[in-house]
Structure formats: structure tokens, C-alpha cells
């Protein structure tokens, strides 16, 4: 093969995984908002009541207790609670990308800044910027409340 075809098939495949992330993504949104809805108070208390019927039942005496099912309850929803984080910062992420690519659009579009912009300002304050959390680190956090 040619460099030039090599070039398009891999621009070609580039385009069908930016549209396939897109449509991903559209789908995450919709089955989460979708979960979120499922949850009505009602379910919540059936499915509780019907884990404690069968963790009662399935107890064997010194194997699984009480203190391990909730343990095990705690670990999965930390393990929910982390990758729902990480996925949030992934798509935090590729927006902020996003908008700098559009600000840099923006900035090549409008050209040079005329002759009296181009004098050095004076600098402002820094602030420091709040420290956010890593998913991670969010995750620990929301698990030890």
C-alpha cells in the first residue's frame, strides 16, 4: 500500500472512532438517566428486602454473616461510585479539550492584536485553584462518609 492510502485509511478509521465515542457516550447518558429513573423508593425497599430474605436464607453459620454481606455491599458500590467518577473526569476531560481547541479557533480567526493591545499588561494576582479531587480520591472519600 501507498503512504497517501495508508494516510486515509487511518484518517477514515480516526473518524469512525470519534463518531463511535460520540454514540457511546449519548448511549451512557441515556441508560444512566434511565437507571437513575428506575429507582423508584418502592423498588429500593422490595430489593432490600428481598437481598436480606435471601442473604437469611443462604446463611451458613460461621461462612457469611450479616457484617461480610454488608462489607461486600460497600465494596461494590465504592467500585460503582469510583468508575461512575472516572468516566465523569474522561468526559470532563474531553470537554475542557474541547474548548480549548474552539479558543484556539477563535483566536486564529481573529488574527494579530493591533499595535496598542500588544503592550504588556500589568499581571494580575494568582489565585490558587481549588484542589478537585482525583476519581479515585473521590471515590475514598464518598466510601468513608
Known amino acids: 500500500m501507498k503512504f497517501g492510502a495508508l494516510q486515509r485509511r487511518v484518517k477514515r478509521c480516526e473518524q469512525v472512532m470519534a463518531v463511535r465515542l460520540g454514540e457511546t457516550q449519548?448511549?451512557?447518558?441515556?441508560?444512566s438517566?434511565?437507571?437513575?429513573?428506575?429507582w423508584?423508593?418502592?423498588?429500593?425497599?422490595?430489593?432490600?428486602?428481598?437481598?436480606g430474605f435471601i442473604a437469611g436464607k443462604l446463611e451458613v453459620p460461621g461462612k457469611v454473616n450479616g457484617a461480610r454481606w454488608l462489607q461486600m455491599v460497600g465494596s461494590v458500590s465504592s467500585l460503582f461510585?469510583?468508575?461512575?467518577?472516572?468516566?465523569?473526569?474522561?468526559?470532563?476531560?474531553q470537554a475542557a479539550e474541547t474548548a480549548d481547541?474552539?479558543?484556539?479557533?477563535v483566536d486564529e480567526a481573529a488574527g494579530p492584536p493591533p499595535a496598542a493591545a500588544a503592550r504588556p499588561a500589568a499581571r494580575p494576582v494568582a489565585e490558587p485553584e481549588p484542589h478537585e479531587p482525583r476519581p479515585a480520591e473521590a471515590a475514598t472519600e464518598l466510601s468513608e462518609r
Not at 449519548?26 to 441508560?31: E, I, Q, R, S
Not at 461510585?81 to 476531560?93: C, G, K, L, P
Open 33 to 38: 438517566q434511565v437507571w437513575r429513573q428506575g
Open 40 to 51: 423508584s423508593p418502592l423498588r429500593i425497599v422490595v430489593v432490600g428486602l428481598a437481598g
Open 26 to 31: 449519548d448511549h451512557w447518558n441515556v441508560l
Open 81 to 93: 461510585a469510583s468508575a461512575q467518577a472516572a468516566f465523569a473526569s474522561v468526559v470532563a476531560a
Open 101 to 105: 481547541d474552539a479558543a484556539d479557533q
